[in-house]
Structure formats: C-alpha cells, structure tokens
C-alpha cells in the first residue's frame, strides 16, 4: 500500500526521514516530497508548510499524484481540553473549520454550501493507533479538532472553540486535509502531540516542545505504519 504521511513544518518529518534512511527526494509544487519503503508499505512523506492552503494544496498531490490510498497526518496542537497537557497523545475522531464565517446570513461557524462543517476520520486507521497506542502504553484519546489559520494564544478565543465547536485541540491545517481525503475518497487519520494549552503563554511553550511533541508524534506513526 502506498501512505502518505503528511506533517505542517520540517521538525514534523524530521524523525520520520532520519528512521527511513534511504529515500528518494522529488521536487514539484515548490516543495519536496520523500518516498521511502517501509515494510510492505511505500510512504511518500512532505511537510506542507502551515496553514489551510498548504495543507490542502499538499494533500491533494500526495493523493493525485503520488497515488497515495491512505494519509496519515502527524504533528503539533494546542490543547483546549483541560484534561490534555503538553506532551499528551491525542487523534482527531473529527475536525472542523473554526475560521469559515457566514454566520451573516444566518449559518452556523465553520459552514459553507457543500462541505460538512465537521469531518469525520477513518475508523480502521484510527483503530490502528489505537492498538499501537495500547502496546506503547501511551495514553491515546480521541477528540475534535478545530483548524483555522491563526494561532491561538489568547484565553477568550480558546472558550469561544471549546463552546462552539466542542473542540479537544486547536491547530492550522488538519480540517483541511481531511476535507481533500473525504473528497478524493482516502482514509485519513490525525495524530497530534499536544505542544502548548493555547493560553496566554501559547507561543512560549510551542517553541520549548515543538520538537519533543513532534518526534513524539512520528515515532507513533512509523509504529501505525508498521501495523497497516
């Protein structure tokens, strides 16, 4: 099976390239994208770079182009949930848009014509990590993940997404993602090590666990691979 792992910045596939060793490099789309056996498995591994637009802009050639039938997105997410704390494991069971607004003419958030606001997951990739997460013993929980191309550090606008969406954890790319995978008809799953609580103090934290929650992340993943 060929996989598409997919992470936002370079620190989320750094352990990923280290631990495949050989790779072949492609370049297309300004951007690079890695193929690597694994197992039985061929990955094709990229960062996208952050935000909605290079996410989606990314899943959609692994998928169009490299022909990848399942994607795995691994990486970092503000937890909104008080129950998460930095370092904790968590998996997306559905994601929404928290920064798509025509509340105007009287939608809810996160609606436009077409689309759902939320989007589910693949259930057997999420049962995957779930059973790595058991012989791990690493504490996996499912929960719902709200994307928007902002960073969140500000305590107002973390109620406003637990109250609205009932969001687990906040990041900038993983509901766009899943919207190309349940268009294009790939299982997409959603991993996240919880880097920051996106509070008041957001940013510090970020740049003080982003590569321990990353690697964190990874690790998991070549382990959900392995299982596939």
Known sequence: MRIAILGAMSEEIEF?????GDYQKIDHARN????AQCGNHELVIAYSKIGKVNA????????EKFGCEKLIFTGVAGALNENLKIGDMLYATTTAQHDLDITAFG???????GINIFENSDEKLNSVAKKVADSLGI????????????????EEKKEWLK?????????MEGASVAQVCAALGVGFCMLRAISDEAGGKAEVDFDTFLTQAADKSAKFVLEMVKNI
Not at 16 to 20: E, G, P, S, T
Request: with cysteine.
């Open 163 to 171: 109250s609205t969406f009932k969001a687990d954890a906040v990041e």
């Open 16 to 20: 990923l390239l280290k631990a495949v």
């Open 139 to 154: 504490g996996l929980i499912g929960g719902v993940v709200a994307t928007g191309d902002q960073f969140i550090c500000n």
């Open 32 to 35: 690079s994208f890695y193929k």
């Open 107 to 113: 939608h809810p958030h996160g609606y436009v014509p």
């Open 56 to 63: 989606a802009l990314t899943a959609i050639i692994l998928v």
